[in-house]
């Protein structure tokens, strides 16, 4: 059975930085891309960063472009999400997720995490 | 950049209702585009990919149409569990979501 568990979250000032983590398990991690995807409270789906199965490319949304840095451990089978200069902005449930492509460049997210709470709040 | 834009962003409906949610494109993404199911406090489901493929498992009162930049989602025969709030997403390149459509009871 395909499991993605986030940890991490929590309370962290503005201005802050935190570590979000990602335990997979059910699959082969390093053979799958994996993205970060948050939601404000209340609010829609964000994309958040992406880092491809050998972890050698990334990309990030333009609104953390800088502050975060997404990164993965296929030894340890753990996807990374390290944000810093945090804002109230960035306050949301952060969610791992699988990506699974077809046609050679269409993906959907077929897993996904419970998500882990960020809360930026002085 | 693109632009996904959700219609309605909320729709009021019965069991047993025919429900259509229509996701529109800024421009043409062929058939990469996907839809999910939310429902409070859990991560969203997957339902569709590549516009009209049914994920494994997902019941088959759920459909989606489209492509290039308009798509649907039908609901054939709402049901009780299907109250929920639904994002479509483009999935090429840049991974991009509608702003969402929530379905309520009427």
């Given at each position: 059975?395909?499991?993605?568990?986030?940890?991490?979250?929590?309370?962290?000032?503005?201005?802050?930085?935190?570590?979000?983590?990602?335990?997979?398990?059910?699959?082969?991690?390093?053979?799958?891309?994996?993205?970060?995807?948050?939601?404000?409270?209340?609010?829609?789906?964000?994309?958040?960063?992406?880092?491809?199965?050998?972890?050698?490319?990334?990309?990030?949304?333009?609104?953390?472009?800088?502050?975060?840095?997404?990164?993965?451990?296929?030894s340890k089978n753990t996807l990374y999400l390290q944000m810093g200069s945090l804002r109230a902005e960035d306050m949301a449930v952060y969610y791992c997720a699988r990506v699974n492509y077809y046609d050679s460049?269409?993906?959907?997210?077929?897993?996904?995490?419970?998500?882990?709470?960020?809360?930026?709040?002085? | 950049?693109?632009?996904?834009?959700?219609?309605?962003?909320?729709?009021?409906?019965?069991?047993?209702?025919?429900?259509?949610?229509?996701?529109?494109?800024?421009?043409?993404?062929?058939?990469?585009?996907?839809?999910?199911?939310?429902?409070?406090?859990?991560?969203?489901?997957?339902?569709?990919?590549?516009?009209?493929?049914?994920?494994?498992?997902?019941?088959?009162?759920?459909?989606?149409?489209?492509?290039?930049?308009?798509?649907?989602?039908?609901?054939?025969?709402?049901?009780?569990?299907?109250?929920?709030?639904?994002?479509?997403?483009?999935?090429?390149?840049?991974?991009?979501?509608?702003?969402?459509?929530?379905?309520?009871?009427?």
């Amino acid at each position: 059975e395909v499991q993605l568990v986030e940890s991490g979250g929590g309370l962290v000032q503005p201005g802050g930085s935190l570590r979000l983590s990602c335990a997979a398990s059910g699959f082969t991690f390093s053979s799958y891309a994996m993205h970060w995807v948050r939601q404000a409270p209340g609010k829609g789906l964000e994309y958040v960063s992406a880092i491809s199965s050998n972890g050698g490319s990334t990309y990030y949304a333009n609104s953390v472009k800088g502050r975060f840095t997404i990164s993965r451990d296929n030894s340890k089978n753990t996807l990374y999400l390290q944000m810093g200069s945090l804002r109230a902005e960035d306050m949301a449930v952060y969610y791992c997720a699988r990506v699974n492509y077809y046609d050679s460049s269409g993906y959907y997210y077929e897993y996904w995490g419970q998500g882990t709470l960020v809360t930026v709040s002085s | 950049d693109i632009q996904m834009t959700q219609s309605p962003s909320s729709v009021s409906a019965s069991v047993g209702d025919r429900v259509t949610i229509t996701c529109r494109a800024s421009q043409g993404i062929s058939s990469w585009l996907a839809w999910y199911q939310q429902k409070p406090g859990k991560a969203p489901k997957l339902l569709i990919y590549a516009a009209s493929s049914l994920q494994s498992g997902v019941p088959s009162r759920f459909s989606g149409s489209g492509s290039g930049t308009d798509f649907t989602l039908t609901i054939s025969s709402l049901q009780p569990e299907d109250f929920a709030t639904y994002y479509c997403q483009q999935a090429n390149s840049f991974p991009l979501f509608g702003g969402g459509t929530k379905v309520e009871i009427k």
